[in-house]
Each structure stands twice: as structure tokens, then as C-alpha cells.
């Protein structure tokens, strides 16, 4: 259950290819800042929420927090989005949840992420409130309850359990997305 990642739009590697040369002429320099980040991909500024989710996954990105996406974090980026397998997806998920990067999840963490879907994505799962799900994340994935949850519970809990492995896998349709805005670049 939830071994196999697959898309329904999968990019080929002319589609990559085009998002690299896209990268070569909007950033010259050879860095991807933020705003340039949210402007390539189409991110209304009027958008609040769909603006801190592309923050939090910039932030994920830039491995050397400087602030800027040199061109390997760019392909690195693009790579795990378009094609990683299911391990590596989780462990970026669990770096965009750990919003304060000490390696284990809170439940402020957990809540803030699950707040910002639910706005990007315009839907509720379930019927669940944000606080609902996740005192359920908590309830089946925090082993020892000890009201954290390391990599390695994160990990063995996505894959025991389908809906645990929905919610924190973050499937936002990032490769849909992608391949949406990449028609739409100058």
C-alpha cells in the first residue's frame, strides 16, 4: 500500500530540460531568489496562503539557507518533485513539516502545514478540522507518545496506513502544477 509513487502526468525529460533552460534565462546569475521562485511559478501575490506554501517549499530547497536557489538545488528540486521515489518524498515532506529543522514534528508544526493545504487545495478531508487531523496524525504515527514524531516514525507511519500516508505525504499535484505553469513561462 502507498509503495509505488504514480503520476498521472508524468514529464519527460524534454519538459525538464525546458525548465532548465528557463532557469539559465531568468537567473543569469545563476540564483533563484524567492519572489523569482513565486513570479516563475505563477503565484498571485493576492494569495497568502498558496505564497507561504511556495515559501516553506523554497525554504525546503535551498539546502545551504542562503537564501537563493543555485542551480543544482533547482535540478535537485525539480528531480524529486517530478520523479522521486516514494522514500524520498516522505523525507521531503518531513523537512517541510519541520518547520524549526530540529528533526522531530510538534503539534504546532504539524497544524500549520495541514492549515496551509487545506487553503491552497480549497478542501477539507473528511470533515476533519486541521486540529482533527492532527490529533489523528498524532494518535496513529507518534509510537512512543511522547507528543513528537521523528523521521522514522513519520516514515513507518505514512506506510502503514493509506489515509496517515495522503496527509503526510503532501500531494499537492505538484507535478500537475508544474507541468500547468511551465506553458505558462515568458
Request: hydrophobic fraction near 40%.
Amino acid at each position: 500500500m502507498g509503495q509505488e509513487e504514480s503520476h498521472n502526468e508524468e514529464m519527460d525529460l524534454a519538459q525538464i530540460q525546458e525548465l532548465c533552460i528557463l532557469f539559465m534565462k531568468e537567473c543569469p546569475s545563476g540564483a533563484l531568489h524567492l519572489h523569482e521562485f513565486k513570479r516563475i511559478f505563477g503565484v498571485p501575490s493576492s494569495s497568502a496562503e498558496e505564497s507561504l506554501y511556495m515559501e516553506t517549499i523554497f525554504r525546503s530547497f535551498d539546502t545551504n539557507q542562503d537564501n537563493a536557489l543555485d542551480f543544482l538545488e533547482y535540478v535537485a528540486a525539480l528531480h524529486l518533485i517530478l520523479r522521486g521515489n516514494l522514500e524520498d518524498r516522505l523525507k521531503w515532506s518531513f523537512k517541510m513539516y519541520d518547520k524549526d529543522g530540529n528533526g522531530k514534528l510538534d503539534r504546532q508544526e504539524v497544524k500549520r502545514i495541514i492549515r496551509i493545504i487545506y487553503k491552497v487545495k480549497l478542501q477539507k478531508s473528511d470533515n476533519m478540522s486541521p486540529s482533527e487531523i492532527c490529533d489523528r496524525i498524532f494518535d496513529l504515527v507518534d509510537q512512543n507518545q511522547d507528543g513528537q514524531i521523528t523521521l522514522s516514525e513519520f516514515m513507518e507511519g505514512a506506510q502503514k496506513d493509506e489515509w496517515v500516508m495522503n496527509m503526510l505525504k503532501l500531494d499537492v499535484n505538484a507535478t500537475g502544477w508544474v507541468i500547468q505553469n511551465c506553458g505558462k513561462l515568458p
